[in-house]
């Protein structure tokens, strides 16, 4: 059992091959574009506003950022970017490293949420006042308040178990909160960077190719 997700795979890109990065994002994929040697760009496919799965945005998210651009003109017309952060670049060159195994722009992949559970493990949880709201709605109100819910640079968050464990993960992966659960878990997509970056450390899963040692 598991869902079947069509994911981007990521090439990288020098600068003299825009045109040849154009055509891959636009065949579902994802470029890293290096500019130069120290100014790494990220290229996709134009997020659907609609669809709060959207891989493209989440590979955003992933970089701890929430803005890009859709380009007006040039060789990425019609495409999306954002800059990679220098402190990024690492996760820039990972990507790609990872999916230099794959053959084309996209990668069908199965995942089972109940065999894995790694992004209920060591993963932060944001609450906004939506999901207080839903909390209340559902008569669980102790789940928006501390000891449960704690302020942490001035975000709301759900605090997890002294091993790092999500309190409403069960063994059996089921989560304890699901018909409540946050937007930040319900909103999570499969296949997304997060997740397998999750998978990745949590697991030791590599939709890919493993880093060195």
């Not at 590979?59 to 380009?71: C, I, M, N, P, R």
């Amino acid at each position: 059992m598991g869902s079947r997700i069509v994911r981007p795979v990521v090439r990288s890109f020098k600068s003299r091959f825009s045109k040849e990065a154009a055509a891959w994002v636009r065949r579902g994929g994802h470029a890293v574009f290096w500019e130069t040697d120290k100014r790494a760009v990220l290229v996709f496919p134009p997020p659907d506003p609609d669809d709060p799965h959207d891989l493209g945005f989440w590979a955003v998210l992933d970089l701890g950022k929430q803005k890009f651009t859709v380009e007006e003109r040039g060789p990425f017309r019609g495409l999306a970017t954002t800059l990679f952060p220098k402190s990024h670049h690492d996760i820039a060159r990972r990507r790609a490293e990872r999916d230099s195994m794959w053959p084309g722009p996209t990668r069908t992949l199965v995942l089972d949420c109940l065999t894995c559970a790694a992004c209920c493990k060591d993963n932060e949880v944001q609450l906004f006042d939506v999901d207080v709201e839903r909390f209340e709605r559902a008569e669980r109100p102790e789940l928006g308040r501390s000891p449960i819910a704690r302020k942490r640079d001035g975000k709301l968050v759900l605090t997890l178990l002294p091993s790092g464990l999500c309190r409403y993960l069960g063994k059996d992966n089921k989560c304890a909160i699901y018909a409540c659960r946050p937007d930040a878990c319900s909103e999570f997509p499969a296949g997304s960077e997060c997740c397998l970056y999750s998978r990745a450390v949590e697991l030791g899963v590599h939709d890919g190719v493993a880093p060195e040692a």
